[in-house]
């Protein structure tokens, strides 16, 4: 067997990370600005539930990314602060809708919005941030930013729809789920990175290649977390390990397991994931990790990941494109050590 292409020891994470966003983080933190004010274009009777949900989520990765790649076809320009802030404003739209969908009442250890208000106005909110982040794409002179940002919006929740559909679907295939990766988070990576270039005039072979980076990149971080459900440290991930499994979400990790397993020990996988007992998921949780199901979906990441710089080839040599490639760093040093 092949040994994993586990990176050299690296810098903590958090650092890299900091050190990829130096380039922008002035710009960043007018964008951040930016994203807080939004909530003043809305009713003042809606305004403090869209200020609740739009409150810092994470690390603002999806911005950086347009930013990032206005920075490296050419120069940052205003309207690549416009396109940051709408790709925010839809990634916090999903996550609303998302934790509704997975009954969360918690999110970065705070309350969710459907916890705090109820499913019924946690859905509209999710709407209202949506339609906002549209029509902010509407002001744009070039009606390709607006289409593309339409569609990867539309990508996004056809994704959680079809993976709602497929829960506890036991022949959802190996495609059939990065299809729906690729939908509900790559996509939103993708037209974050090629319309910053699309923005700079940057050819069309330019575009492309960060359209596929954003794409493997976005991909490659829903795989991290899909494993990160299975192998990560349950203290530090703040959730019970298992816990797709028990929403009946087949992420890589049990897919190659079922895949890989004989007949009748399929079958028994199979039955003890529709049973949802708490012993037996996290059975399978600790089978997934000693079968060596994750250690084939880290090393998938890490792949993936690796195609994922292919994407930035056609771009010049610059600080922008260096931090794109240190995102990729980064995150092969946060889901490497999940293999064990």
Not at 9 to 36: C, G, M, N, W, Y
Not at 241 to 265: Q, V, Y
Request: glycine letters at 8%; a negative charge.
């Amino acid at each position: 067997m092949n040994p994993l292409p586990v990176p050299e020891p690296r810098l903590d994470k958090t650092l890299i990370l900091k050190q990829a966003f130096e380039p922008i983080s002035e710009v960043l933190s007018q964008v951040e600005e930016r994203i807080r004010a939004q909530a003043r274009a809305f009713d003042p009777a809606i305004e403090m539930y869209v200020a609740y949900a739009i409150e810092s989520h994470g690390k603002r990765l999806r911005p950086a990314l347009a930013l990032l790649a206005g920075g490296a076809t050419g120069n940052i320009l205003p309207q690549h602060e416009d396109l940051a802030v709408i790709v925010e404003l839809i990634h916090a739209a999903t996550l609303v809708h998302d934790d509704i969908l997975d009954h969360a009442d918690l999110r970065r250890g705070q309350p969710t919005a459907n916890a705090k208000w109820g499913n019924s106005l946690a859905v509209l909110l999710g709407d209202c941030l949506f339609a906002h982040a549209l029509r902010l794409a509407a002001s744009f002179e070039d009606n390709r930013m607006c289409r593309s940002i339409a569609a990867a919006a539309s990508e996004v929740c056809s994704g959680e729809i079809i993976q709602t559909q497929r829960r506890f679907d036991f022949k959802l295939s190996v495609p059939d789920y990065f299809r729906i990766l690729e939908m509900k988070t790559g996509a939103l990576f993708a037209v974050a990175t090629e319309l910053g270039g699309l923005l700079n005039g940057a050819s069309k072979e330019q575009r492309k290649g960060l359209h596929d980076f954003g794409m493997r990149l976005g991909t490659a971080y829903q795989i991290y977390d899909d494993c990160l459900d299975i192998a990560g440290d349950e203290g530090k991930v703040g959730k019970t390990l298992g816990s797709d499994l028990r929403r009946g979400k087949l992420t890589l990790p049990i897919l190659h397991l079922l895949n890989t397993s004989a007949p009748a020990e399929r079958e028994r996988i199979v039955l003890l994931i529709l049973e949802g007992q708490e012993e037996e998921i996290r059975s399978l949780v600790e089978i997934a990790v000693e079968k060596g199901a994750v250690r084939h979906a880290v090393k998938t990441g890490l792949e993936m990941l690796q195609e994922a710089r292919g994407g930035l080839a056609t771009l010049e040599s610059s600080q922008y494109r260096e931090s794109l490639l240190a995102l990729c760093e980064t995150l092969e040093g946060m889901i490497a050590p999940l293999a064990g």
